[in-house]
């Protein structure tokens, strides 16, 4: 693949598998021979709360992602790739799950969940490589909703530039979950990477 030195921002809320995405991916770049340091910052990880972590893959200091440098930035959430959007230049990859999780806090207020559409259009204007896929329906596609980080993990492995091979990333999936879910895992995978391809 073609560069070593990649940043990847993971957002999205707490309960959609963030962490365990991020650990499969470092673990991946690991076994291929790369450094790869990671930091997490969880909200408050139960569900609804925001949750990402930064992945640098390549020979840096910092775990932390400086703004305006990521490569990909991948949300679990329509709303988190919007909070997470500082990290972004107009070349980022941006992939995100386009189901909202509507917080109980705006379900008890007289505010409303911003149209996804409008946000994936307002994206599109503004960033040159933008990819809104329906990931939960992956996921229940490939026979379960739980596989949607591993839906969204297939679709980041088709930039071009990310340093990871999709049979690296399956082999690290298989290190990290349950060998009862691995055909389901491996159908999400092919099911993100062919809504992006």
Same mark, same amino acid.
């Given at each position: 693949?073609?560069?070593?030195?990649?940043?990847?921002?993971?957002?999205?809320?707490?309960?959609?598998?963030?962490?365990?995405?991020?650990?499969?991916?470092?673990?991946?770049?690991?076994?291929?021979?790369?450094?790869?340091?990671?930091?997490?910052?969880?909200?408050?990880?139960?569900?609804?709360?925001?949750?990402?972590?930064?992945?640098?893959?390549?020979?840096?200091?910092?775990?932390?992602?400086?703004?305006?440098?990521?490569?990909?930035?991948?949300?679990?959430?329509?709303?988190?790739?919007?909070?997470?959007?500082?990290?972004?230049?107009?070349?980022?990859?941006?992939?995100?799950?386009?189901?909202?999780?509507?917080?109980?806090?705006?379900?008890?207020?007289?505010?409303?969940?911003?149209?996804?559409?409008?946000?994936?259009?307002?994206? %599109?204007? @503004?960033? $040159?490589?933008?990819?809104?896929?329906?990931?939960? #329906?992956?996921?229940?596609?490939?026979? !379960?909703? +739980?596989?949607?980080?591993?839906?969204?993990?297939?679709?980041?492995?088709?930039?071009?530039?990310?340093?990871?091979?999709?049979?690296?990333?399956?082999?690290?999936? %298989?290190? @990290?979950? $349950?060998?009862?879910?691995?055909?389901?895992?491996? #159908?999400?995978?092919?099911?993100?990477? !062919?809504? +992006?391809?």
């Amino acid at each position: 693949m073609s560069n070593e030195n990649y940043n990847i921002y993971i957002c999205g809320v707490g309960g959609q598998g963030i962490i365990k995405t991020s650990v499969i991916i470092g673990e991946a770049a690991m076994n291929q021979g790369l450094k790869v340091t990671m930091s997490e910052i969880h909200g408050m990880s139960q569900r609804e709360g925001s949750v990402s972590t930064e992945l640098r893959i390549g020979d840096y200091d910092s775990s932390i992602i400086p703004n305006h440098t990521a490569d990909m930035l991948l949300s679990f959430e329509p709303i988190e790739v919007v909070k997470g959007l500082n990290k972004a230049h107009k070349d980022t990859k941006i992939v995100f799950n386009t189901t909202p999780i509507i917080p109980s806090s705006l379900s008890s207020s007289d505010k409303s969940y911003p149209s996804v559409d409008k946000i994936t259009s307002t994206l %599109k204007e @503004n960033f $040159n490589n933008v990819h809104a896929i329906d990931g939960d #329906k992956l996921a229940i596609d490939a026979g !379960n909703i +739980v596989s949607l980080n591993m839906v969204l993990l297939g679709a980041i492995v088709t930039d071009d530039n990310f340093p990871l091979s999709k049979e690296s990333v399956i082999e690290s999936m %298989k290190n @990290n979950l $349950n060998p009862k879910f691995h055909e389901l895992n491996i #159908k999400a995978i092919e099911n993100g990477f !062919n809504a +992006v391809k």
